[in-house]
């Protein structure tokens, strides 16, 4: 069974800096692509960036410059580094990771900007 569990939000002043971490287990592959997605309340769940097996990326327009997303492949693992945070990047921002027609998804993690 896979699961997935992002680590590393919490609360931050605009402008500031995190680091969410996404760990997965119960895999015996290599993920084709895992990515990082949010959802703030009353709106859609939404793209943030993801990341192919080997390595291209694709961001969200607003994200693009401050958040960059990395994969450590041999672990199944991802990771996105967010600066220049905004009030607006406030959201649950959840991991996902997909192997062919299959995906899974993490519980998420609360990423709160103030201003």
């Known amino acids: 069974q896979v699961q997935l569990v992002e680590s590393g939000g919490g609360l931050v002043q605009a402008g500031g800096s995190l680091r969410l971490s996404c760990a997965a287990s119960?895999?015996?592959?290599?993920?084709?692509?895992m990515g990082w997605y949010r959802q703030a309340p009353g709106k859609q769940r939404e793209l943030v960036a993801a990341i192919s097996s080997g390595g291209s990326t694709n961001y969200a327009d607003s994200v693009k410059g401050r958040f960059t997303i990395a994969r450590a492949n041999a672990k199944n693992t991802a990771y996105l580094q967010m600066n220049s945070l905004k009030p607006e990047d406030t959201a649950v921002y959840y991991c996902n990771a997909k192997w062919y027609g299959s995906s899974w998804w993490g519980q998420g993690t609360q990423v709160t900007v103030s201003s």
């Open positions: 119960g895999a015996s592959f290599s993920f084709n692509a």
